[in-house]
C-alpha cells in the first residue's frame, strides 16, 4: 500500500516537474537520462541507430563546414558561395519534401535508412574526386547525391528509432538521439577543418569512411529484432 502511494506520488512529481525547484528538476532530469542511455545500451537495436545518426551528422557536418573553403581553393568567389548553399538547401527541400516522403511508405524506414547511408557514401567519395581533380562541375554534380542520402537516412533514422523503443521510453530515447546528434554537429566541423589543414581531400575521405561503417551499421538492423512490447511489460511487472 505505501509502495503505491510512492509510486504515485513520484508519478505526480514527473508531471510537475516544471514547478520544482532547479536542482529537484535537474535531478529528476539526469535520471532520466541516465535510464534512457542504460536502455540505449541494452539494446542492440538502439545502439545500432544512434551510432549511425552520430556517423550521418559528423559526416555531412565535416561536408558542410569545409564546402566553403573547397569551392575557394577551386576558385569560386566568395559571393558565389551563396548559391552553392542556396542549391543544397533547395537539393534539400525537394528530397525530404517529395522524393523521400513518397518512397518511405512503399520501402520503409530500414531500406530508405541503408539506401540513405549508401548514397551519402558514394558522394562523398564524388566530392573528393572533385576536389582532387579541382573540378566544379563535378563537384555540382554529386553534391545531390550526397544531400539526397542525407536527406533519406536523416528522418528514416529518427522514424526507426522511435519504433524500436516501448511506448514509454521513447521520448527519453528520442532525446538522447538529439543529443548524439548535437554533439556529432560538434565534433563534424572540428574534424573536418583539421584535416582539410593536412589536404583538401582527406575531409571527405574521410567522411566516405565513416558512412562506409554507417551502411555496415544500418544493415545490421535487419537482423537485429524489434522491441517486443509484449515481454517489455511483463517484465515490468514482474519488477
Not at 565513416?210 to 551502411?215: D, K, N, Q, R
Request: hydrophobic share 50%.
Amino acid at each position: 500500500m505505501q509502495f503505491g502511494v510512492f509510486e504515485r506520488d513520484l508519478r505526480v512529481v514527473g508531471k510537475r516537474r516544471d514547478e520544482l525547484p532547479g536542482c529537484f528538476a535537474s535531478g529528476l532530469t539526469a535520471h532520466a537520462l541516465d535510464e534512457s542511455l542504460r536502455v540505449a545500451i541494452e539494446r542492440p537495436s538502439i545502439g545500432l541507430i544512434l551510432t549511425s545518426m552520430f556517423f550521418t551528422t559528423f559526416a555531412f557536418a565535416q561536408f558542410e563546414t569545409t564546402l566553403a573553403l573547397l569551392t575557394k581553393t577551386l576558385g569560386l568567389p566568395d559571393r558565389s558561395n551563396f548559391f552553392v548553399f542556396a542549391y543544397i538547401g533547395a537539393i534539400l527541400t525537394i528530397s525530404q519534401g517529395v522524393i523521400v516522403r513518397r518512397l518511405v511508405t512503399r520501402v520503409g524506414e530500414y531500406r530508405m535508412s541503408l539506401a540513405g547511408t549508401c548514397l551519402m557514401a558514394v558522394g562523398l567519395l564524388g566530392v573528393a574526386w572533385a576536389a582532387h581533380q579541382e573540378s566544379l562541375p563535378i563537384l555540382y554534380s554529386v553534391i545531390p547525391v550526397c544531400v539526397l542520402g542525407f536527406a533519406a537516412v536523416t528522418p528514416s533514422l529518427q522514424s526507426l528509432l522511435s519504433r524500436r523503443s516501448d511506448a514509454s521510453e521513447q521520448g527519453g530515447i528520442l532525446g538522447v538521439g538529439q543529443g548524439i546528434a548535437a554533439i556529432a554537429r560538434i565534433f563534424g566541423p572540428v574534424a573536418g577543418l583539421t584535416l582539410l589543414q593536412h589536404s583538401l581531400t582527406l575531409p571527405y575521405w574521410c567522411g566516405a569512411g565513416v558512412m562506409a561503417l554507417s551502411v555496415f551499421l544500418v544493415s545490421a538492423l535487419r537482423t537485429s529484432p524489434p522491441i517486443d512490447e509484449a515481454a517489455f511489460a511483463q517484465t515490468g511487472a514482474s519488477e
